[in-house]
C-alpha cells in the first residue's frame, strides 16, 4: 500500500499563482538561516560535525558520530510547530494531510535511529542557537564523557 505520503505528493494541488509557485519552488531544504547559525554557534564551542548526512534516517541536518546525535533544525510550518506553525488557507484539506505526514515521518525517523542507538534532537527554526547550542553541547559532553574543549576537533568530519 502506498504511503500516505506519496498520496499526498500524487494529489498535490495546482498553486494558486505564478507567484506562490516560485516562491515554494526557492524554498532551502538544506542549509536554511537557522540551520547556519545553528552550526557557526556549534563550532564557537568547539564542537565538529557532519552535515546532512543521507547515510542515516531522515538525513539529520548535523550528526555527532561518536556521540551518536542526530540533530534536526525543522520548519516551523513544515513540522507544525506548537507556537508558530500555521496552516494555510487555500487547499486546507491537502496541507493538513502534507503537514501531518511531514510530523509522522518525522516520528518514524526518530524510531529508526534510535534503534540504531541514536538520540534524535529537534531543534526549532525559531530557537535561540546560542542557547539550542548549549544544549547540544551538555548532550554531546554526556554521550561522550569528555569536554567540548578537550580537543579543537572534538568530532573530526
Excluded at 12 to 32: C, F, I, S, W
Excluded at 89 to 97: F, Q, S, T
Aim: charged share 25%; hydrophobic share 35%; proline share 6%.
Amino acid at each position: 500500500m502506498p504511503s500516505l505520503d506519496r498520496h499526498v505528493q500524487s494529489r498535490r494541488p495546482a498553486p494558486l499563482n505564478e507567484h506562490v509557485r516560485r516562491q515554494m519552488q526557492t524554498m532551502p531544504r538544506k542549509d536554511t538561516g537557522a540551520e547556519l547559525e545553528l552550526r557557526r554557534q556549534l563550532h564557537r564551542l568547539g564542537l565538529r560535525f557532519q552535515v546532512n548526512v543521507r547515510s542515516l534516517p531522515g538525513c539529520p541536518d548535523i550528526v555527532f558520530t561518536r556521540a551518536k546525535l542526530a540533530i534536526f533544525v525543522d520548519g516551523c510550518f513544515w513540522h507544525r510547530c506548537p507556537d508558530h506553525g500555521t496552516s494555510p488557507k487555500n487547499n486546507r484539506a491537502w496541507w493538513a494531510a502534507k503537514l501531518d505526514e511531514n510530523v509522522a515521518r518525522d516520528r518514524r525517523k526518530d524510531d529508526q535511529l534510535r534503534e540504531m542507538g541514536w538520540a534524535a534532537v529537534h531543534i526549532w527554526e525559531h530557537e535561540d542557537a546560542v542557547t539550542a547550542a548549549a544544549t547540544i553541547r551538555t548532550l554531546w559532553q554526556y554521550s561522550t564523557g569528555r569536554s567540548a574543549s578537550s580537543s579543537p576537533f572534538a568530532e573530526p568530519i
